[in-house]
């Protein structure tokens, strides 16, 4: 029972590089998360997808790429990598939107 | 919309002491409500949830929460802290049409004295 993974776990890169975050997930589920956690603000939401090459942005989008082309699949890009985009992602996976949502066990990202 | 209220980044109670954490929310659709658990280097796990049965809901390692309309309120509860539910809680509140994502609280940090 594998359930919904993130890779790499930790991740140091420098300003300007890009950056992919990956999530899989084995359930089948139709919605697929991202999320960053920062102390002091909780977890906000980045995008999110309803399907495979259905995505929609969430509170936070600016900087990040997303993209569906599979159900099991939800790689996160961050396109030119900022200090500000240092914290830890989350990915998670639910049946309907406002549902229980499975997260991952997360990986940690800093931006040097 | 909606959001969620954590009252209380922190909260440090004595091992065999009430645990008690708020949760307010707002909505303006009927909800469904969450609490997750993160322990240290973890992803969230969900403790409980509501979604219009019974007021009253229990979930894992004897928590406890009650969803009252009336006060926009879900607290969590627990009668006796052990050492191992040190951990950070998260509220969550959604639609219950579904359309939305889960919206998060800004979490609170449970220390458990010995």
């Known amino acids: 029972d594998a359930g919904i993974t993130q890779s790499p776990r930790y991740k140091i890169t420098e300003t300007g590089r890009q950056v992919t975050l990956m999530c899989h997930q084995t359930?089948?589920?139709?919605?697929m998360f991202w999320y960053r956690q920062d102390l002091g603000h909780g977890l906000r939401l980045i995008y999110y997808?309803?399907?495979?090459?259905?995505?929609d942005k969430g509170e936070v989008p600016d900087g990040y790429v997303v993209s569906r082309s599979k159900t099991e699949n939800f790689p996160l890009t961050l396109e030119s990598a900022t200090r500000s985009q240092t914290s830890v992602y989350f990915c998670?996976?639910?049946?309907?939107?406002?549902?229980?949502?499975?997260f991952g066990p997360g990986t940690r990202l800093l931006v040097l | 919309a909606q959001s969620v209220t954590q009252l209380g980044s922190h909260v440090s109670v004595s091992e065999g002491a009430l645990v008690l954490l708020r949760c307010n929310y707002s909505?303006?659709?009927?909800?469904?409500l969450f609490w997750y658990v993160q322990y240290p280097n973890q992803g969230l796990q969900l403790l409980l949830k509501?979604?219009?049965?019974?007021?009253l809901v229990k979930g894992i390692n004897g928590f406890e929460a009650e969803f009252k309309k009336s006060e926009t309120s879900f607290h969590l509860t627990k009668p006796s802290a052990h050492m191992s539910d040190a951990a950070e809680y998260f509220c969550?509140?959604?639609?219950?049409?579904?359309?939305?994502?889960?919206?998060f609280g800004s979490g609170t940090r449970l220390q458990v004295q010995p």
């Open positions: 998670a996976s639910s049946q309907t939107a406002g549902e229980t949502q499975y």
């Open positions: 359930w089948s589920h139709s919605y």
């Open positions: 997808s309803a399907a495979a090459d259905i995505t």
């Open positions: 909505s303006s659709v009927p909800p469904y």
């Open positions: 509501y979604t219009s049965a019974a007021t």
């Open positions: 969550a509140v959604s639609d219950q049409r579904g359309r939305r994502a889960l919206t």
